[in-house]
């Protein structure tokens, strides 16, 4: 899954992403960026 890194300042394929439920029960994926190693974080359901 592909989201944007903030410290990179760049979209990255996001390297362990793991499914996660906020607390408004939307869908969301945590993960972290391969190059700089900062947590990534995207809403959705990530079934794209």
């Given at each position: 899954m592909e989201a944007y890194c903030m410290k990179c300042k760049a979209k990255r394929e996001m390297?362990?992403?793991v499914p996660y439920e906020m607390?408004?029960?939307r869908p969301a994926t945590k993960g972290f960026c391969p190059?700089?190693?900062t947590?990534?974080?995207k809403i959705g359901s990530g079934k794209s």
């Open positions: 390297k362990d992403p607390k408004n029960k190059t700089c190693g947590k990534m974080f």
